[in-house]
């Protein structure tokens, strides 16, 4: 089992561009997580899903928008980027009885 | 509201013991701990549920103090691969996707 997986690495992008990050969990978990992770700050919650087809707004949702059309994908999406999305973007999974398990992160510089 | 670990930071010889706390203002059903190494994702180390007893494996070990909502993690005999920083995740009730508020972090420096 690959376990989270998250699609790019590395990513630098232009004030005003586009982008979405992929997450993929091979777990078969219901719940799916997006969290930014800025020095000092720990770890926050952007947007969250308890199941295909379902997304909620976590601490900081503004700016980002989110996709789970199917239970194993999670897209995270930057419609404008601004350089305070600058950060370290951790996807999550869980089954909803025990903790979350992580994927390596994907860094995002915004110029 | 992100629960608050103290300390920020603790440097340690290998050897020696550290405590890391975190506290939270709300009821806490859950306390998740973490350990991330630079560079890293976030690894789950143990999770604490409301009602449950103290947990640990070898060197490392937490309570829960439900009254006081807080939350310890002991390391004991300090190894060079406990570095990293240390996150404690808190749910505040069962039945909400298992959302997790973390705390800023400890970062812990153990060194020869």
């Known amino acids: 089992n690959a376990g989270v997986t998250q699609t790019p690495k590395f990513r630098v992008l232009k004030t005003g561009q586009s982008m979405t990050l992929l997450c993929a969990q091979d777990?078969?978990?219901?719940?799916m997580y997006w969290y930014r992770q800025d020095p000092g700050m720990g770890l926050r919650l952007i947007h969250y899903s308890v199941g295909e087809g379902t997304t909620a707004k976590g601490e900081v949702p503004d700016g980002y928008n989110v996709s789970r059309l199917k239970k194993q994908n999670f897209l995270l999406g930057l419609e404008s980027a601004a350089p305070s999305q600058t950060s370290v973007y951790f996807c999550?999974?869980?089954?909803?009885?025990?903790?979350?398990?992580f994927g390596p992160g994907t860094r995002l510089l915004v110029l | 509201q992100q629960p608050v670990q103290s300390p920020q930071a603790v440097i340690l010889r290998e050897g020696e013991d550290a405590v890391i706390n975190c506290s939270s203002s709300?009821?806490?059903?859950?306390v998740h701990w973490y350990r991330q190494k630079h560079g890293e994702a976030p690894v789950f180390l143990m999770i604490?549920?409301?009602?449950?007893e103290q947990k640990g494996h070898e060197k490392i070990s937490a309570s829960f103090n439900e009254k006081k909502q807080q939350s310890s993690l002991y390391l004991t005999a300090s190894q060079l691969s406990y570095s990293g920083t240390y996150f404690c995740g808190t749910e505040v009730n069962t039945g909400t996707a298992s959302k997790l508020t973390f705390g800023t972090g400890t970062r812990l420096q153990v060194t020869l």
């Open positions: 604490l549920l409301k009602g449950g």
């Open positions: 777990m078969n978990h219901e719940y």
């Open positions: 999550a999974s869980s089954g909803g009885w025990e903790t979350q398990y």
């Open positions: 709300k009821a806490l059903y859950s």
